[in-house]
């Protein structure tokens, strides 16, 4: 992080480098300026230095009508969508910190603090989680692995296989959309609240599904994986259901079983701290964000909550908006206002 005499010889020395990072103010004009401002530096006794204009107004000092500091300082989740943008159009080229505070004139510290402020992870993760995702989307539509590869910026296979298995569960050509060297068993069971479909590799629980339509819910998995080997087997899963009776007859409320799904790593970390919630209470989307250290981050918290593809075993149902209304379920607002209530009882 940026010194307090990093800052001062920014300003001494007029680097626009750091325009962006903070603001300085002089005691005796009451005028904030950004670091490389061309007017005549201030004796060190009179500069105070501020975060952001807004800390500077709040404690009683204006814009300098000159290097205009506030007109620099964009709105954080404007100037962020124009990043996320520009990642979008240029995501098969090599992407990296420097080059985007390049791109938007800003230093790398300033862009990645500001960037992790309004999305709650870094611009690294953030490609990472792009890339993956175009990733899969390919894989999805029918593509080889060589061509989803090279089509989601990823430079090559070895890099691919780096990065992505640990997110994607499955190996990237297992995955092949569901991937056709994988197998895949389910059950559906009967509960007291609702129908739930359980899906297994070798390596855990890949699915947990609920609704009243049973054939909807094989559907759904046959989508997500319709190059898999997919077999129903109901003895076969008797063992890994057994925690999830035990749930829906109320007693074991939190059942962990092994997972094999497809997250990022910030994902993964909201995942794992719903997990924690204890059952019949509930946290909001922004109480969410800051137990994993990124209280501004609510937004993609709600993101990844929507996301879930194992419900119960991961209890989003358990993850309100700050106002206390329900928010969003994957599986539907009244059957997430059956396991509250029923979890609360």
């Not at 420097?98 to 300033?110: R, T």
């Not at 829906?248 to 790593?265: E, S, V």
């Not at 995942?271 to 501004?296: F, H, V």
């Not at 981050?297 to 991961?314: D, F, K, M, Q, T």
Request: charged content about 30%.
């Amino acid at each position: 992080m940026i010194t307090r005499e990093d800052k001062i010889k920014a300003i001494m020395d007029r680097e626009s480098i750091h325009d962006g990072e903070f603001v300085y103010g002089v005691k005796t004009t009451r005028i904030y300026c950004r670091p490389s401002c061309p007017s005549r530096r201030p004796k060190l006794e009179n500069i105070v230095l501020f975060d952001s204009p807004n800390e500077a107004e709040d404690a009683g000092y204006r814009a300098c009508l000159r290097c205009e500091p506030s007109e620099y300082y964009p709105p954080n989740e404007a100037f962020v969508e124009r990043i996320t943008n520009y990642i979008a159009r240029n995501i098969d080229e090599k992407l990296t910190l420097g080059s985007l505070a390049e791109e938007f004139e800003v230093s790398k510290y300033h862009l990645q603090r500001t960037f992790k402020s309004v999305l709650g992870m870094s611009p690294r993760q953030y490609i990472e989680a792009q890339r993956l995702e175009l990733f899969k989307s390919h894989i999805r539509n029918g593509e080889n692995v060589e061509s989803a590869m090279t089509g989601s910026g990823f430079k090559s296979r070895s890099r691919l296989y780096e990065k992505v298995p640990d997110k994607l569960g499955m190996t990237p050509t297992e995955y092949r959309e569901g991937g056709t060297d994988v197998s895949i068993w389910y059950t559906v069971i009967e509960t007291a609240i609702t129908k739930v479909l359980v899906a297994r590799t070798e390596r855990g629980i890949c699915a947990l599904y609920m609704g009243e339509n049973e054939s909807r819910l094989v559907v759904a998995l046959m989508e997500e994986y319709p190059y898999a080997s997919i077999t129903r087997d109901d003895e076969g899963l008797r063992e890994a259901v057994g925690p999830l009776t035990s749930y829906f007859d109320g007693a074991n409320f939190n059942p962990r079983l092994p997972l094999d799904i497809h997250r990022t790593a910030f994902q993964w970390r909201v995942l794992k701290a719903i997990q924690e919630i204890p059952p019949g209470e509930t946290r909001t989307y922004s109480e969410l964000a800051e137990s994993i250290g990124n209280p501004k981050a609510s937004r993609a918290v709600a993101s990844a909550c929507g996301r879930n593809p194992v419900g119960i075993l991961v209890p989003c149902h358990r993850v309100l908006r700050k106002d206390g209304g329900l928010g969003g379920y994957r599986w539907g607002l009244p059957l997430k206002e059956k396991l509250l209530e029923y979890e609360s009882r």
